[in-house]
């Protein structure tokens, strides 16, 4: 099974984070394999629109997956300001086109980075996924909690 899956229908390309068992949270190799996914969206000229989403119900991302990630021995401001810049995670991870995050269940940390940009974030119905209310309202942050659908 591959951490991150990609298939195109119809102009689609839908790229799915594939691991539930670890709530779909991105280890060093399902990191190389989603950027891989994104240059691929973005080279393809029949790919008009991007969904990412996550395996399973539970989780759309749960960020790093800390089990297989070990800590860098460097502090915080020395990723931040004194290493090059694609030693972040998510650096070049860019996708020029338009995306859409079908967000099932937890989005935490990293998994809330990566559905940040889309231009919409959209929480599936499911048994065992979070509330959907407090999913939309993390994805608009100036609504009421009165605004956001049940």
Not at 11 to 17: V, Y
Not at 107 to 128: C, Q, V
């Amino acid at each position: 099974m591959m951490p991150v899956e990609y298939a195109v229908s119809e102009r689609i390309a839908t790229i799915t984070l594939n691991r539930p068992e670890a709530m779909n949270s991105l280890d060093p190799e399902s990191l190389v394999e989603l950027n891989d996914a994104f240059q691929r969206a973005n080279a393809d000229q029949d790919v008009r629109v991007v969904i990412l989403t996550g395996a399973g119900d539970k989780a759309f991302c749960t960020g790093s997956d800390l089990k297989k990630t070990m800590p860098p021995k460097e502090s915080f401001a020395e990723l931040t300001f004194g290493r090059p810049k694609w030693l972040y995670p998510f650096a070049g991870m860019e996708i020029d086109k338009p995306m859409i995050c079908a967000v099932n269940g937890y989005a935490l940390a990293g998994g809330m980075e990566l559905a940040w940009p889309a231009i919409s974030a959209s929480p599936r119905r499911t048994p065992n996924s979070a509330s959907p209310k407090s999913v939309s309202a993390a994805f608009r942050p100036l609504a009421a909690p009165s605004d956001c659908p049940e």
